[in-house]
Every structure is written in structure tokens, then in C-alpha cells.
Nanobody, 122 residues
Framework: QVQLEESGGGMVQAGDSLSLTCVGSEFIPRTYYMAWFRQAPGKEREFVSAVDGSGDGTYYADSVKGRFTISRDSAKNTMSLQMNFLKPEDTAVYFC???????????????WGQGTQVTVSS
């Protein structure tokens, strides 16, 4: 059972940047994708970004494309999300998750972190 722990959330103003980090408690096979999802109050959890085992294959929701950058260090079981030009609509709890590509598409990931709050004020 892989445990995931997110860090780096906080409260910022619109236009600012934040970097989130996710650390896995044990080795995460390269066959698994690591991904970020987010859930705003009153809304369903949504996909933000994913990265494959090599770190070269990256995927983004249209709403964050060009502003967020995902990266992965498989040797350290870590994943990061650099968030630039943050907007108030980026306010949500951000979750780290691990799973197959099918699980990424369905948002039914194999392992989830507890989440970290990101709040962007206007």
C-alpha cells in the first residue's frame, strides 16, 4: 500500500506561483502514472495533470495548460507541480494520486494522498 503525502499548498494572490510536491512512501513502478487532481468546494474532483513513468509524457487539463508544469523523479518517488499565474478559480484541495492510464481517465486512481489546500485570492 503506497502512501502519498502532498506539501506546498498555501494562500497566495492572483498571479502568484506555488509549487506542490508529492512523496510516495515506497517505490512507485514506472508503469504507473502519477497525477494531480483538485476539488473545489461544491464541485466534483477534476483532473489537473499527469506524468508517465519516464517523466517525459505529460498531460494537462486545458484550464491549466501553459501555466502549470508537472515533473517526476521516479528514483525518489516524488512528483511536483509548479503552478504559475494562479487564478482564483484554481482554488481547491489538490490531491496527488497514482494509477494506470485507465485509472487516470476514470479518476479512479489506485492510491490517493490526503490533499493540500491551495487558495488564490483576487
Amino acid at each position: 500500500q503506497v502512501q502519498l503525502e502532498e506539501s506546498g499548498g498555501g494562500m497566495v494572490q492572483a498571479g502568484d506561483s506555488l509549487s506542490l510536491t508529492c512523496v510516495g512512501s515506497e517505490f512507485i513502478p514506472r508503469t504507473y502514472y502519477m497525477a494531480w487532481f483538485r476539488q473545489a468546494p461544491g464541485k466534483e474532483r477534476e483532473f489537473v495533470s499527469a506524468v508517465d513513468g519516464s517523466g517525459d509524457g505529460t498531460y494537462y487539463a486545458d484550464s491549466v495548460k501553459g501555466r502549470f508544469t508537472i515533473s517526476r523523479d521516479s528514483a525518489k518517488n516524488t512528483m511536483s507541480l509548479q503552478m504559475n499565474f494562479l487564478k482564483p478559480e484554481d482554488t481547491a484541495v489538490y490531491f496527488c494520486a497514482v494509477g494506470t492510464w485507465t485509472e487516470v481517465i476514470s479518476t479512479k486512481m489506485k492510491y490517493w494522498g490526503q490533499g493540500t489546500q491551495v487558495t488564490v485570492s483576487s
